[in-house]
């Protein structure tokens, strides 16, 4: 049996899971000096793999990956190390990713536009036991499970489209241009392009005023 990484001198230790390397270097920078950043992962096999080898006390998991995303990631460690904290750390600020993630035993859920200080207090009120959100994510959690418990986390057109293309679309949605969803997402304008194309095809849409409706209907703006 793999014994857990020991805290060093009382530290939190905290692992990073994010298909971005830029991203998860700026993070690792940035709360190296308030906790003990003990590994990290690109993939949801590698996270499983090393989360349930190295035990942090809070794990900072992004959404949208391949191969079932955070919410798999999640899931699958909940099963054999319960005691394991996760923090939800995504570009993305819909409802039906925060609920989603809420759900499956995130402790909380904050975005990306997060500053350094607030993330490291997010981190150990997580490890403390604490609930913590975006401020306006926190409505969303409410809205599910008290006053609207029949809030929607799957839809089957929405189903459709892959988590890259999803975050494509919600930008897409608010306004964004190509070159500023490109900058967002950390990918090219080219596979933008392509992106759109594909979600114009799945949904059966001739452009990007119709998805920006079906987008709100949905509420994923």
Known sequence: MTEPVTQSAGRLTVFLVDDHAMFRAGVRAELGQHVEVVGEASTVAEAISRIGAIQPDVVLLDVHMPDGGGRAVLESIRRTHPQVKFLALSVSDAAEDVIGL??????????????????????????????????????????????????????????????????????????????????????SIKTVETHVSNVLRKLQMSNRYELSRWAADRRLV
């Open 102 to 187: 809420i759900r499956a035993g995130a402790r909380g859920y904050v975005t990306k536009t997060i500053s350094p200080d607030e993330l490291a207090a997010a981190v150990r009120r997580v490890a403390d036991g604490d609930a913590v959100f975006s401020p306006r994510l926190a409505g969303f959690v409410l809205d599910a499970f008290a006053s609207r418990p029949d809030v929607p986390v799957a839809d089957p057109e929405l189903d459709q489209l892959t988590n890259r293309e999803r975050e494509v679309l919600r930008l897409l949605a608010r306004g964004y241009a190509y070159k500023e969803i490109a900058k967002e997402l950390y990918i």
